[in-house]
Structure formats: structure tokens, C-alpha cells
């Protein structure tokens, strides 16, 4: 396995490079294109306290050392294409011993996740329907009532009350509003 690590670079562009150079890249190193891979995490490159997303891109490829033959036309493909994304890229090649990779490949399911493989799963854009209703209708009948209840009434005195017209006099007032 190639393993071809982006940090730096935001992680859509590394997929989107992923995406447009796996095949050139595959015929570089002289293999199949399920041998090379991308990481690209949420990291990011620091100088003196300043990101350097898209400005510095610091790239490792990790690959048997069977490879190592093939790193300079490799490194001068990298080199001019990721600067697409970047304006500085620093390059560096680690090589391990070939009887030091291991790996499980599940056979129940495919290698990679590719566009011919995807499940899309449509959603019911019914659920997603909006009411335009009025979700108060009736509301504003019961809410003039309480109002009225709680700011006219008969009282003691005889007269109707409410917080505008008070008849009463102040001594008399059984209303309990202030005139």
C-alpha cells in the first residue's frame, strides 16, 4: 500500500486531488490504483503562530521500499500538481520494508467505497413540509376573554369596571385601581 499524507491542505482538495490524480499516480509507481491511498485529516500547519492552510503544504508518501527506484519522477509529479492547491510544498519520501505491511481485505464487501457502489438512500421530502397554518387560530377569541375577565367586573359598588374607566371615586373604589 501507498499512502500518500496531506496535511495542510484542506481535506476536500485533498480528496478532490485524490480524485483527479490516483490513476496517473498509479502508473508512476507501477501498480494498480487500489494500492495507493490519501490521508487527510483536520490538522493544521502552523508558522509562528500562523495557520498556513493552502500556503504550506507538508506531504509524506509512505510506500515499500521496492519503490524507491520511481521517487523522482513521483516527486516531480506531486511537486507541479499540488501546487493547484498550495503555494509551497515540501515533499518527503519514507520507505519501509515490504515484509513489515500487513493487512486484512474483507471479502464480504468491496475494496473501496467508489460511485458505482454507494448507497443513496432517498428521503421523503413529505417529512420536511412546513405548516403555514395559524397555530394560534382560536387563540386570540380565548386570550381577548381572559382579558376582559381578569380587567372588568361588577363589583361591591355596582359599577363595571376596567383599567381605563373607573367610575368610582377614590374613597369608594372597591376596584382597587389607582385614580
Not at 3 to 32: C, M, P, W
Not at 91 to 119: M, Q, S, W
Request: hydrophobic share 25%; charged share 30%.
Amino acid at each position: 500500500m501507498i499512502t500518500i499524507r496531506v496535511y495542510g491542505l484542506d481535506s476536500y482538495a485533498v480528496g478532490h486531488y485524490s480524485k483527479d490524480h490516483t490513476e496517473n499516480l498509479a502508473q508512476l509507481f507501477e501498480t494498480k490504483e487500489e494500492n495507493i491511498c490519501f490521508v487527510a485529516s483536520d490538522e493544521y500547519v502552523f508558522h509562528k503562530g500562523v495557520e498556513q492552510t493552502s500556503w504550506q503544504a507538508l506531504v509524506t508518501v509512505i510506500a515499500p521500499e521496492k519503490y524507491e527506484p520511481l521517487e523522482d519522477k513521483i516527486a516531480t509529479y506531486l511537486l507541479k500538481t499540488l501546487t493547484e492547491f498550495s503555494i509551497h510544498v515540501q515533499l518527503v519520501f519514507e520507505y519501509f520494508h515490504g515484509h513489515h505491511e500487513h493487512e486484512f481485505t474483507n471479502k464480504d464487501y468491496p475494496r473501496y467505497i467508489k460511485d458505482e457502489n454507494l448507497v443513496n438512500v432517498e428521503e421523503d421530502d413529505d417529512d420536511d413540509e412546513l405548516y403555514e397554518g395559524n397555530i394560534f387560530e382560536g387563540m386570540e377569541k380565548k386570550l381577548e376573554e381572559a382579558y376582559n375577565e381578569n380587567h372588568q367586573h361588577e363589583c361591591k359598588c355596582g359599577h363595571n369596571h376596567s383599567d381605563e374607566d373607573c367610575e368610582c371615586d377614590d374613597d369608594d373604589c372597591c376596584c382597587k385601581h389607582k385614580h
